[in-house]
């Protein structure tokens, strides 16, 4: 089995910063593309950012400038480098991730964990 485990989120005042880590644990052979995703109140689920396994990553254009994806292989996890926080980046973010167990490659979620910027 495999699971997706966030951490880093909370309540920040617009401006602030947030680091989020997402840990993948159980019968990983290996890990290919890792994303953030979010979710706010009445919105869709939307890709935020997105890390493949050669480290190159891309940007949703509503943080690009202001958030940073990394992984460390060796920890099997992703991070989401929050900077220039605006009230809109209020949401559930959560992790995604490519993971492959024994012969499958299998797309995981994470949990999810609740992001709030306000004064």
């Known amino acids: 089995q495999v699971q997706l485990v966030e951490s880093g989120g909370g309540l920040v005042q617009p401006g602030g910063s947030l680091r989020l880590s997402c840990a993948a644990s159980?019968?990983?052979?290996?890990?290919?593309?890792m994303r953030w995703y979010r979710q706010a109140p009445g919105k869709q689920r939307e890709l935020v950012a997105t890390?493949?396994?050669?480290?190159?990553?891309t940007y949703a254009d509503s943080v690009k400038g202001r958030f940073t994806i990394s992984r460390d292989n060796a920890k099997n996890t992703v991070y989401l480098q929050m900077n220039s926080l605006k009230p809109e980046d209020t949401a559930v973010y959560y992790c995604?991730?490519?993971?492959?167990?024994?012969?499958?490659?299998?797309?995981?979620w994470g949990q999810g964990t609740q992001v709030t910027v306000s004064s």
């Open positions: 890390i493949f396994s050669i480290g190159t990553a």
């Open positions: 995604n991730a490519d993971i492959r167990v024994e012969q499958l490659i299998r797309n995981y």
């Open positions: 159980g019968s990983i052979f290996s890990i290919n593309t």
